[in-house]
């Protein structure tokens, strides 16, 4: 498997790939990318964080795409390809979390509120190939 | 509420465009026009407050000053305030809070900027902790958050691209005769249906250009106002510049995630700023005459017709339609044709919105005028929580 597009943003795992974020101790908010230092809970003053893995699910909450080529650092195909770009709801997180969606999947195949799933795809870096987390809508769902 | 209002006594713009010229050109034609306007002399000016400007160099982290410097150093005190979108609202406040507290009677606020050509991007180098350079690996533009938005209104309240391009083409139509403006030039709603799609739904002539520009302002103590016959100048009755409250329910850019709302409840953070605004100036939204909102998407001007409470929640296509947000309709917005025909300057925008209320409460606008405009109303969002929301009366 290649290495991670961003190191420690989730897990390299082909079965069951993941976030990975961190949960306040005291508050228990869910912070994505992890927070390690203070809670952002204007309430709670704990210092104390557990990391864990996401919600590998969700619905749906808004989508887009990208025509245009985004300037670096983002490191695109040859020759560029249109992708989407998915917004999704975690249930247990009550947070939304952006990241593309798969290729082969556009904004015609989307609709809000559609179960959509965490998966890893391979994307170009700068020095080879970057593997990074999609979201996939789940058939049937 | 009115021992805590200040008067406008000038203002003055650079036009936007891509002149290609230093910021500091703009800046100070805009400070120079605004005197002239106000008919006050510059060694009266005992505060020189700017907003920011970040892709200049070291001259621009110290707008103030360098402002200043080029205006002929006269031993005022100085003031550089930096905060995105809101930074000429930030160092509008500095002057507010100055006068005031009776430190200055006279104070002048300036912005401006140049933009680089294309997308808005951070900063070289690799730079994982950085939420900006993080989004821009993953591929997530500026465009993508004002798309989400847009789709948002599409999925929750039946908006569609053609409502959308209906603002273009009413923003077009405003700005067709502002001599600032960058862009005066009629669309049809066909000439934005045939633009390129940036980011679904949003088109290229749904989202706005960057510009170069600039904007400033002489504000004074009521009293300095009424010694210089000018009792009866445009006040600023509020500068609301508060930050969003924890969980923010939309992801704001540049964050590829939201606040968690396990502990806290998710509440939105464009809606606050002119709430505090409205609280602050002691009027409500059925006061207002006229609006200047951010309109960095088509779509974000209808989400902004909103968070101003100018209507009810999934509204706000339905008003365009009917022309009621077009000079001459119920609640005219942008008039001065906002970001559409101005494209953004970013220290240089929050001042060129109070800029046009000045004019519209002067009864000064020509072709733009809002017919018996009394009290206008500014907002505007930016990077990192940053926004704002000014209130005007005549
Ligand atoms: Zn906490």
């Known amino acids: 498997m290649n290495a991670p597009i961003i190191e420690g943003l989730f897990s390299v795992d082909a079965a069951e790939p993941a976030l990975l974020g961190s949960r306040c101790s005291a508050c228990g908010t869910y912070y994505f990318p992890k927070q390690s230092n203070y809670c952002r809970n204007p309430?709670?003053?704990?210092?104390?964080?557990d990391e864990v893995p996401l919600s590998r699910?969700?619905?749906?909450?808004?989508?887009?795409?990208?025509?245009?080529q985004p300037p670096a650092p983002y490191v695109a195909e040859e020759p560029f390809e249109p992708y989407a770009i998915a917004a999704v709801k975690l249930e247990r997180e009550q947070m939304i979390v952006l990241g593309q969606v798969v290729k082969g999947v556009g904004v015609d195949d989307l609709a809000a509120g559609m179960t959509m799933r965490l998966v890893l795809e391979d994307v170009p870096g700068v020095d080879g190939e970057r593997v990074t987390w999609k979201w996939q809508p789940v058939e049937g769902a | 509420m009115s021992n805590n209002e200040i008067a406008i006594l000038g203002v003055g713009m650079h036009p936007w465009g891509k002149w290609g010229k230093n910021f500091v050109e703009y800046g100070v034609a805009a400070a120079r026009s605004a005197l002239q306007d106000a008919g006050v002399p510059w060694r009266d000016v005992r505060f020189v407050s700017g907003g920011g400007t970040v892709r200049c160099g070291y001259p621009g982290y110290v707008a103030g000053a360098t402002f200043a410097q080029a205006l002929g150093w006269q031993g005022a005190e100085v003031n550089t305030s930096y905060?995105?979108?809101?930074?000429?609202?930030?160092?509008?406040?500095?002057?507010r809070a100055k006068i005031l507290s009776g430190a200055c009677?006279?104070?002048?606020?300036?912005?401006?900027?140049?933009?680089?050509?294309?997308?808005?991007?951070p900063a070289d180098g690799e730079r994982p902790d950085d939420p900006d350079w993080v989004r821009f690996r993953l591929g997530i533009t500026n465009p993508t958050y004002f798309a989400l938005y847009a789709r948002r209104r599409m999925e929750v309240y039946g908006d569609t691209p053609a409502d959308f391009a209906a603002v273009k083409v009413k923003n077009a139509a405003h700005g067709f005769t502002n001599p600032n403006a960058r862009y005066k030039k009629k669309f049809s709603a066909e000439d934005v249906a045939a633009s390129a799609m940036v980011a679904d739904p949003l088109r290229l002539m749904d989202i706005c250009a960057t510009s170069d520009g600039g904007?400033?302002?002489?504000?004074?103590?009521?009293?300095?106002?009424?010694?210089?016959?000018?009792?009866?100048?445009?006040?600023?009755?509020?500068?609301s510049t508060v930050t969003p409250t924890f969980a923010s329910e939309l992801v704001e850019m540049p964050d590829i995630a939201t606040d968690s709302a396990v502990a806290a409840e998710a509440r939105p953070f464009r809606a606050a700023?002119?709430?505090?605004?409205?609280?602050?100036?002691?009027?409500?939204?059925?006061d207002i005459s006229l609006a200047e909102v951010y309109?960095?998407?088509?779509?974000?001007?209808?989400?902004?017709?909103?968070?101003?409470?100018?209507?009810?929640?999934?509204?706000?296509?339905?008003?365009?339609?009917a022309d009621e947000t077009s000079v001459g309709g119920r609640i005219p917005i942008n008039a001065s044709g906002g970001l559409a025909c101005f494209g953004e300057a970013v220290p240089a925008q929050a001042l060129a919105q109070v800029c046009e209320l000045t004019w519209q409460l002067r009864g000064q606008a020509g072709e733009r005028q809002v017919a018996g405009a009394k009290v206008g109303i500014t907002a505007n969002q930016g990077l990192f929580g940053h926004g704002s929301s000014v209130i005007v009366k005549a």
């Open chain 2, 105 to 121: 009677d006279v104070a002048l606020v300036v912005g401006a900027d140049t933009t680089p050509k294309g997308f808005l991007k």
């Open chain 2, 83 to 95: 905060a995105a979108c809101a930074s000429g609202s930030q160092a509008l406040a500095a002057a």
């Open chain 1, 43 to 49: 309430d709670c003053d704990s210092e104390r964080f």
């Open chain 2, 215 to 239: 904007a400033a302002m002489i504000v004074s103590s009521l009293d300095y106002a009424r010694k210089i016959g000018k009792g009866d100048a445009p006040r600023i009755a509020a500068i």
């Open chain 1, 57 to 68: 699910s969700g619905t749906l909450w808004s989508f887009t795409n990208a025509c245009y």
């Open chain 2, 295 to 321: 309109d960095l998407s088509t779509a974000l001007e209808l989400d902004w017709i909103e968070d101003l409470q100018l209507c009810a929640r999934g509204e706000a296509a339905a008003l365009t339609r």
């Open chain 2, 273 to 286: 700023l002119p709430a505090k605004a409205y609280e602050e100036a002691g009027i409500g939204p059925e």
